[in-house]
């Protein structure tokens, strides 16, 4: 069974975002990036059904920038067999996204596709979902278990109140969350090793996909300051501030 | 404008969460109708219909619909969208996973998590953990949008709304349901609890998480949790605050040995009033704190809990 995974190109998670003064967008010059974590869980959760003779290829697949083939041999070096870059400078809403993906999909055939469950940069949490959709497969989300076996998988997803297990017959897609896996890190020969692997790159072009939006980004702006506080000096300031300042007590 | 609001519901009772979701709607504007989807859901239906502003509730009891599957789920609103100007549901785990597919199925874009309404087509919604807010325009015909229930209060529930079946049954050999682990708990849920207590990799243990429940019998708190706390296997996930985890904002949020990191600080920094007990008084937790207490917890938690 083939394995797709979709990896995205988003800022590190440790960076502090600024906003553009204009307030067209983040800024996102000479920003730190990296692949989005979600991701990075859903590389490793296929490397890991690779390892385990499930999957028999691995293959990892992005749509951005030219520079987002970083993310792909990061995958590579990860375990992913082969990667796919669609390429393009635009601006990609998730449901470009999915239509671009689903027609990897086509191509590829896959008995499995591994999304994260969210993109840290936009927060959408869309993408799987969409994919799901248009492919017409059954999706599992925010993932914390899968269990291939035959020609089903099992996946045990987070949800509000606790754990849901599902059934879903493949080929199926699976959206990651946090605690699916702990990713490993690259090791320098396989980072080496990388370099050599197959990187095929396309254009949304070339699937036939329009990836312009009907969504219009007008305005990016800081949410509202806290203003600091106080510190106090014991629990019985802390009482009496909660109680007679704050009046929340 | 007309719009369709599907229901929140567990254990057959209608989740707070529609509340905020209708109060969304009412911001757009038009007419409101709520969609009841699931096996045995009259008692649902029932709750929904006193909600203020609904023009109608809309039930469909079915077993396909039971567990609310995101395959036949997304299928029944296709079916009905086409009524409607907007579609929208609470940006719970369950509106996450099925409104996607609507929108794709009607080749619109989502708008996720929306926190205001502009007007009947722009909405505000954080983006990069809530670091930054976007405000974003929508030309589609439909608009499919989840709603963050922080932004928006409750309706009141003096409503009378019409309650009708509707008979679509959908298909779906895809995907069963196999099982559910809920958390028990009797205390309130965290999304819609006034006070939340909660606990970072800081308590040490699952054990010690006790130290929260005294103080959260008082104040009639729900107990919350870092991703540290879920991670090393403290507490269970459906407890986690935070960018990937539940969004709150109660009128008192007590932080206990949590660093405060940006993904932590995105599921709470909406709350009224922040209280934060860390022993470290570098501990970024402080920067939003309104009263911050820099001791060791395992001293501080007795003792507050003895003076509440
Ligand atoms: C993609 C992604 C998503 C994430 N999503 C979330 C999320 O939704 N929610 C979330 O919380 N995190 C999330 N995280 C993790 C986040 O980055 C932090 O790692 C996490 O919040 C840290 O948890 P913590 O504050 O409990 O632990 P730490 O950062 O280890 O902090 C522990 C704190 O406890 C204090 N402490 C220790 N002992 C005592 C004592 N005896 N008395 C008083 N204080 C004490 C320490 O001073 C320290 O400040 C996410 C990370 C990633 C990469
Ligand atoms: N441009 C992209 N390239 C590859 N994968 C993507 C892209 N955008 C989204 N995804 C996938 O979809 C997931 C969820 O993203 P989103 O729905 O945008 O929050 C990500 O974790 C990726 O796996």
């Known amino acids: 069974m083939k394995v797709l995974v979709a990896v995205k190109r988003v800022i590190d998670y440790n960076v502090k975002i600024r906003v553009k003064p204009d307030h067209s967008d983040v800024d996102l010059t000479n920003v730190k990036m990296a692949m989005n974590p979600f991701c990075e869980i859903a590389v490793e959760e296929a490397v890991r059904l690779k390892e385990k003779g499930v999957a028999s290829e691995v293959v990892a697949v992005t749509i951005g920038p030219k520079a987002a083939q970083e993310q792909l041999r990061t995958a590579l070096a990860l375990g992913a067999d082969r990667a796919v870059h669609v390429e393009t400078e635009e601006r990609v809403e998730s449901l470009a996204a999915a239509k671009l993906l689903a027609k990897v999909v086509e191509e590829e055939q896959p008995g499995l596709v591994i999304?994260?469950?969210?993109?840290?940069?936009?927060?959408?949490?869309?993408?799987?979902?969409?994919?799901?959709?248009?492919?017409?497969?059954?999706?599992?989300?925010?993932?914390?278990e899968v269990v291939v076996d035959g020609d089903k998988v099992q996946v045990t997803r987070e949800i509000d109140g606790g754990l849901q297990t599902v059934e879903l017959t493949l080929p199926a897609i699976v959206t990651t969350d946090l605690r699916l896996n702990e990713p490993r890190y690259a090791k320098l020969p396989d980072i080496m090793k990388a370099k050599k692997k197959p990187l095929d790159v396309k254009s949304p072009a070339d699937l036939g996909v329009e990836v312009a939006s009907r969504l219009t980004l007008l305005k990016v702006e800081s949410p509202a300051e806290r203003k600091g506080g106080i510190k106090v000096g014991s629990v019985d300031e802390l009482v009496d501030k909660l109680k007679n300042e704050a009046k929340v007590l | 404008m007309s719009i369709l609001v599907l229901a929140e519901h567990h254990d057959g009772q209608l989740a707070g969460a529609t509340a905020h979701v209708v109060a969304a709607a009412q911001a757009i504007g038009g007419d409101i109708d709520v969609l009841v989807a699931g096996e045995n859901v009259a008692a649902v239906a029932e709750a929904a219909a006193r909600l203020d502003g609904v023009r109608k509730v809309r039930v469909a009891d079915h077993a396909v619909y039971a567990h609310q599957l995101a395959e036949p789920m997304g299928a029944l609103l296709v079916e009905l969208a086409g009524a409607y100007s907007h579609v929208l549901a609470a940006a719970s785990t369950t509106g996450k996973n099925v409104l996607p597919r609507v929108a794709a199925l009607k080749d619109v874009s989502q708008i996720s998590e929306i926190v205001e309404v502009v007007d009947a087509d722009t909405f505000k919604r954080p983006i990069y953990a809530g670091n930054a807010i976007a405000t974003v325009k929508s030309d589609d015909g439909l608009k499919v949008i989840t709603v963050r229930s922080t932004g928006f209060d409750a309706v009141g529930e003096s409503g009378s709304a019409a309650v009708e079946s509707v008979d679509t049954v959908v298909e779906n050999s895809q995907s069963s349901f196999i099982k559910q682990e809920l958390a028990q708990s009797d205390r309130p849920e965290l999304a819609a609890a006034k006070v939340v207590i909660s606990g970072g990799r800081g308590m040490g243990s699952g054990e010690n998480f006790k130290l929260l429940e005294g103080i959260a019998d008082k104040l009639g708190a729900a107990i919350g949790a870092s991703r540290a706390a879920v991670d090393a296997g403290f507490v269970p996930n459906d407890m986690q605050v935070g960018q990937t985890g539940k969004i709150v904002a109660p009128e008192l949020y007590i932080a206990v040995g949590i660093s405060g990191a940006i993904q932590h600080l995105a599921g709470m920094k909406d709350s009224k009033v922040i209280v934060a007990i860390n022993k470290d008084e570098e501990a970024p937790i402080f920067q939003v704190a309104d009263y911050g207490l820099v001791g060791d917890l395992f001293e501080i938690l007795p003792e507050l809990e003895s003076k509440l």
């Open chain 1, 115 to 144: 999304l994260g469950k969210q993109a840290i940069d936009t927060d959408n949490n869309q993408t799987g979902q969409m994919l799901a959709a248009l492919a017409g497969l059954p999706q599992g989300t925010f993932a914390s």
